[in-house]
């Protein structure tokens, strides 16, 4: 199965309202990323184990640990949860910039050093969260 169909599939198996606002996330992130490189992970380790909820990848960073080794991985990504929604923006090294530059005017979402939560669309400003987007794929274009 293709990424694509595989974020079709994983989106189209959400419930309403959840279904709309992951379509529309989608559509919004490959608006700013239209050319991005889409990922898709399904929240399985190695082993198979199950360590994460699944998540939709969009564009391509690097990461690089201590050790000197490196690592590609997406900028921003998108997961649903028991809750809502989680927007996750990668790559910002301040950990506090997310909640102190973009929290207050989000809306009713919970922001932590690199993930923005939220129950439906309709609880946030969305042009908030693209500009927290934005922010996050600035300072992690290779």
Request: charged share 25%; glycine share 10%; proline share 3%.
């Amino acid at each position: 199965m293709s990424i694509d169909e595989q974020i079709n599939e994983y989106i189209a198996g959400q419930p309403e309202p959840k279904r709309a606002d992951m379509k529309e996330l989608h559509r919004i992130i490959l608006g700013l990323m239209p050319k991005c490189r889409l990922w898709f992970l399904d929240g399985r380790d190695d082993s198979g184990k199950i360590v994460s909820n699944p998540n939709i990848g969009y564009g391509t960073r690097t990461i690089k640990y201590a050790n000197g080794n490196a690592k590609e991985f997406y900028q921003i990504g998108i997961s649903a949860n028991t809750t809502g929604i989680s927007v996750y923006v990668l790559g910002i090294e301040d950990r506090k910039y997310l909640a102190q530059a973009y929290g207050k005017s989000l809306g009713k979402a919970k922001v932590t050093g690199y993930c923005i939560k939220f129950k439906t669309l309709h609880d946030i400003n969305v042009e908030t969260l693209k500009a927290a987007m934005l922010c996050g794929i600035d300072q992690t274009i290779i």
